[in-house]
């Protein structure tokens, strides 16, 4: 996986959502490198190797996994890794999976289905999946913004893509293949049983202004882990390190120095 990389000290590892790429977490790379090993990747099949042969699948649980080798071939670690959106969903069952790769996970509105027990089989209301479809169809079709301006104001908030920065639209365009192979692959729900799998030290972050179904996640991993910790950026949506990074940057640094507190004491 292409990574960039800057700073010293423990590693951060932070892992993009859809139509993104390491290029996401610049305000990270730039607000917490003077501190810490900041490690952003770029996920199979995204930017800058977009031309990924089709004999790599395109899935949620490969990259998971593709995550825990990438830190045993950077010879670092284990790590504290920020996941965003898809990447959250992508950096949970990386920690079930992995725990050895692990020293603390952050979730930043983590995508996929809620499960709540005794509750119908969770998946995505038909809408979504409805505006999802029509997304896909349009960038494939060639009305590439119009499909990127559908999905994007979805997750985030009417008209965020209309005001969204020139850097971010570029990240997008350059992304924008992924979208339809990302609906092919759906995120699995959360369920209470493999959420108690995570044993690590657990951050929540959420934008005040995000959609309803990530808060709703967030509420329920924070139920099932009472030992984790929740965060809300004021006056954010859904990309909310981008719109407000100084204050999620200082979430990060604060719970990556207690945890790291409370693993001397421990010790």
Not at 22 to 45: F, N
Not at 165 to 186: E, G, I, K
Not at 236 to 242: E, F, I, P, Q
Request: hydrophobic residues 40%; glycine residues 8%.
């Amino acid at each position: 996986m292409p990574y960039v990389e800057r700073g010293a000290g423990d590693l951060l590892l932070f892992v993009h959502g859809s139509l993104c790429d390491y290029r996401y977490w610049q305000p990270q790379l730039d607000g917490l490198s003077d501190r810490y090993r900041c490690v952003a990747v770029s996920l199979t099949h995204y930017w800058p190797n977009a031309d990924t042969p089709a004999r790599f699948p395109f899935s949620w649980s490969r990259h998971a996994d593709e995550l825990a080798e990438f830190i045993e071939r950077l010879g670092a670690g284990p790590a504290h890794v920020i996941g965003h959106s898809r990447g959250g969903a992508v950096s949970f069952h990386f920690a079930r999976r992995h725990a050895r790769h692990l020293r603390t996970l952050t979730l930043a509105d983590p995508g996929g289905p809620l499960q709540i027990a005794g509750r119908p089989l969770a998946r995505l209301p038909e809408t979504v999946n409805a505006l999802r479809a029509r997304a896909a169809q349009l960038i494939e079709a060639g009305s590439v913004d119009a499909g990127l301006q559908l999905f994007v104001d979805s997750v985030s908030r009417p008209g965020f893509w209309a005001k969204s920065t020139a850097a971010f639209r570029t990240m997008a365009l350059d992304n924008a293949h992924t979208l339809a192979r990302q609906f092919r692959d759906p995120l699995p729900a959360y369920v209470r049983d493999e959420a108690v799998q995570v044993r690590c030290p657990l951050l929540l972050i959420d934008g005040e202004k995000s959609p309803e179904m990530f808060k709703r996640t967030a509420t329920a991993l924070a139920s099932w882990l009472p030992d984790a910790r929740r965060k809300t950026v004021h006056g954010a949506s859904h990309g909310m390190n981008l719109a407000h990074p100084a204050a999620f940057n200082r979430y990060i640094d604060e719970f990556v120095r207690d945890a790291s507190v409370t693993h001397r004491g421990a010790a």
